[in-house]
């Protein structure tokens, strides 16, 4: 089975400064790869998908931007932050399962001050 | 294009009592559907899943039910405990790639 890791866990960050989060993938080869964010008490926003290395898809004009550097390694990425980007961000994989099914990882709580 | 939703944003139910959340979707050729669960400050979980060829599936005190005529997709809980509080969502796919849509999601409180 699928295992995803995300770090870092939690991060603060002042309006203005860059940002990485990284996500990694272990148990699967070739997944399709996803980058959520979830503001309090709302639903799942796809930022990003990627179906493969160097191929990103953006789903809503932002802020952010997302790479995959490697075929289990997933990074969103800002230049400079705005308050608006306060989130939890979830990257999500879908592998080798034969179904449309997106497992996630444990996810990343951003507050930006 | 596909849409997801669930009809109560919330939902309170006695310990042991079943819980039943409830979820629509929109597009009649949808042929999987996905139900996940998410603890507060955790990511989704996925819990169970069903296909369009099937009316019910079960799993370790869970049932899902499918009611492709309304368009309609239930998750039941039997005998809900505590670690079953967290908010559930639906999804389907509906997007390019095999994206999934999402459901807003209920929450489940359950009262000891």
């Known amino acids: 089975s699928q295992t995803i890791h995300q770090w870092p866990a939690t991060l603060v960050q002042p309006v203005g400064s860059p940002l990485s989060l990284e996500c990694t993938v272990e148990g699967t080869s070739n997944p399709n790869l996803y980058w959520y964010r979830q503001a309090a008490g709302r639903g799942l926003q796809l930022l990003f998908y990627s179906v493969g290395i160097g191929q990103i898809s953006s789903e809503v004009p932002q802020n952010l931007s997302a790479s995959r550097p490697q075929d289990r390694q997933f990074i969103l990425s800002s230049k400079k932050l705005l308050l608006s980007d306060s989130g939890f961000y979830l990257c999500?994989?879908?592998?080798?399962?034969?179904?449309?099914?997106?497992?996630f990882g444990p996810g990343t709580r951003l507050t930006v001050l | 294009g596909e849409s997801v939703g669930l009809h109560l944003p919330t939902l309170s139910v006695q310990e042991g009592d079943n819980s039943i959340i409830n979820c629509a979707y929109s597009?009649?050729?949808?042929?999987?559907f996905i139900w996940y669960k998410q603890e507060s400050g955790k990511g989704p979980q996925f819990i169970i899943d069903i296909r369009s060829n099937m009316d019910k599936r079960q799993g370790q005190r869970v049932t899902v039910l499918l009611n492709k005529t309304v368009k309609h997709l239930s998750l039941q809980i039997a005998a809900t405990q505590p670690g079953d509080s967290a908010v559930y969502f639906c999804a389907a796919p509906g997007g390019s790639q095999g994206n999934l849509i999402f459901g807003k999601g209920t929450k489940l409180s359950v009262k000891p």
């Open positions: 999500a994989s879908r592998g080798d399962t034969g179904t449309d099914t997106q497992y």
């Open positions: 597009n009649s050729a949808s042929d999987y």
